[in-house]
């Protein structure tokens, strides 16, 4: 069966210091890859999305980037944090076609001090 | 732009009394309608997949149901643990990589 993992669960960072958030896939082959930021009150934004090694699609502009380095495994980063990248962010995979659910991850709360 | 609104944002129960969340939605033509369920602190949990008008999908005690502009979670005889915010989602037929539009969701709390 399928997996994914995210970490760290938290993390607290200072403003302007750097950010690496890691989400990995195991039990599947060439996913869709997705990261979405929570906002309380708000719905799920989808901030970057992937379908191929080295395949980034990024959804809004913003301070943070992503990476895809190996077939299932998805990177979140920022080289200076602001105030405004707190957030709870959630990693996903889905299967390539369309109309197939998303799965998560367990997220990571990031508090910007 | 494909849109989703659920409603109520919030609801309170007694155990065992049944009802239902409503998940609206706009889309340039529908590909699927994703109900999750997540629990605090936890990541969004897939519940049901509803392709087309009509169709419906059971799991336990809770039922999804779809009308050509709104979803229903019915939830009947609920018990505590049914207690997490509910998502709703859709993908249109526009767009690229399977992409979702999520609602803000309803939190449901379930008493004794």
């Known amino acids: 069966s399928q997996t994914i993992h995210q970490w760290p669960a938290t993390l607290v960072q200072p403003v302007g210091s750097p950010l690496s958030l890691e989400c990995t896939v195991e039990?599947?082959?060439?996913?869709?890859l997705y990261w979405y930021r929570q906002a309380a009150g708000r719905g799920l934004q989808l901030l970057f999305y992937?379908?191929?090694?080295?395949?980034i699609s990024s959804e809004v502009p913003q301070n943070l980037s992503a990476s895809r380095p190996q077939d299932r495994q998805f990177i979140l980063s920022s080289k200076k944090l602001l105030l405004s990248d707190s957030g709870f962010y959630l990693c996903?995979?889905?299967?390539?076609?369309?109309?197939?659910?998303?799965?998560f991850g367990d997220g990571t709360r990031l508090s910007i001090l | 732009e494909d849109q989703v609104t659920q409603s109520p944002e919030a609801l309170r129960l007694q155990e065992g009394e049944s009802s239902s969340l409503n998940c609206s939605y706009t889309?340039?033509?529908?590909?699927?309608l994703f109900w999750y369920r997540q629990d605090p602190g936890k990541g969004p949990e897939f519940l049901f997949t509803?392709?087309?008008a009509g169709e419906e999908k059971e799991k336990e005690r809770l039922k999804a149901t779809l009308t050509k502009k709104e979803s229903f979670l019915h939830i009947t005889a609920p018990k505590p643990e049914d207690s997490a915010t509910y998502l709703c989602?859709?993908?249109?037929?526009?767009?690229?990589?399977?992409?979702?539009?999520f609602g803000t969701g309803t939190r449901l709390q379930v008493t004794l």
């Open positions: 989602a859709v993908q249109g037929v526009t767009g690229t990589a399977s992409k979702l539009t």
């Open positions: 992937s379908v191929g090694i080295g395949q």
């Open positions: 996903a995979w889905g299967e390539g076609l369309g109309n197939q659910p998303q799965h």
């Open positions: 509803l392709y087309s």
């Open positions: 889309v340039s033509g529908l590909r699927g």
């Open positions: 039990g599947t082959s060439n996913p869709n």
